[in-house]
């Protein structure tokens, strides 16, 4: 009988012990007292634009709802990195599905990525999405200059915008009016200071414009630099 009492006391204890131990890891590891694991995907269809004539840069990704919560509604944080995942700025407590910055903050003609998590009313939290890259646009070339070199000729030239070994080319156009009179892809001039080429077939005394642009890819192109002239 005595045996009966000690057995029956350890069981108490022992189970008073996994009922405390079940008190504090249950929630962690997602059991008890209306706990559970995340029942929200991760944040996913993520996209980053140019916006604002390419002045800003627009981040946008699904909606996320707590199935779990009355308030089922979340917010979000929002991470952009380097590719080699230097943290360069966080954003957190967004309400919606889109946070805009200005592009200035990042350098131009660069790949960077950027990824977000869900969080709920309770700090519920999402996983992370998947890192979406994207690449931020060229600068466009400056000092653009125009040099006559007979009266149905120009030499048209300009500064090598910074980080030019990242781009593929400069499209150069000259219009008369709304008529082309000369469009080229240009060569990098890496070797000097700045680039340009000749344009022959010109008029004196008639108003021609030039526009210059950097061309990394076909998505991702500068702004045009513009300039009136004539002979």
């Given at each position: 009988?005595?045996?009966l009492?000690?057995i029956?006391?350890?069981?108490m ?13 249950g929630?962690?590891l ?14 996913n269809?993520?996209?980053a ?9 627009q981040f946008s990704?699904?909606?996320?709802e ?8 979340a ?29 200035s903050?990042?350098?131009t ?53 910074v ?32 680039t340009?080429a000749?344009v ?6 008639v ?14 192109k ?10």
């Amino acid at each position: 009988m005595r045996k009966l009492l000690v057995i029956s006391l350890n069981l108490m204890v022992v189970g008073s012990v996994l009922a405390i131990a079940f008190d504090r890891v249950g929630p962690v590891l997602g059991y008890g007292y209306g706990y559970g694991a995340c029942t929200a995907e991760r944040p996913n269809e993520l996209t980053a634009e140019y916006v604002n004539n390419d002045r800003r840069i627009q981040f946008s990704w699904s909606a996320i709802e707590f199935e779990d919560w009355e308030d089922g509604t979340a917010t979000y944080n929002l991470q952009v990195r380097k590719t080699d995942a230097t943290l360069l700025q966080e954003y957190t407590g967004l309400t919606g599905t889109t946070k805009t910055i200005s592009a200035s903050g990042l350098q131009t003609n660069l790949v960077y990525k950027f990824r977000v998590k869900a969080t709920a009313s309770d700090d519920e939290e999402t996983d992370w999405s998947l890192y979406k890259a994207f690449r931020t646009l060229p600068n466009e070339p400056t000092q653009l200059r125009i040099r006559k070199l007979s009266d149905s000729s120009a030499y048209i030239s300009w500064k090598n915008i910074v980080r030019s070994k990242k781009l593929r080319y400069y499209q150069m156009t000259v219009k008369r009016g709304e008529h082309v009179v000369f469009s080229k892809r240009i060569k990098l001039g890496l070797r000097h200071n700045r680039t340009g080429a000749t344009v022959t077939g010109l008029k004196t005394n008639v108003r021609y414009r030039v526009k210059v642009r950097a061309v990394a890819r076909a998505t991702s192109k500068s702004e045009f630099a513009k300039k009136y002239f004539r002979l």
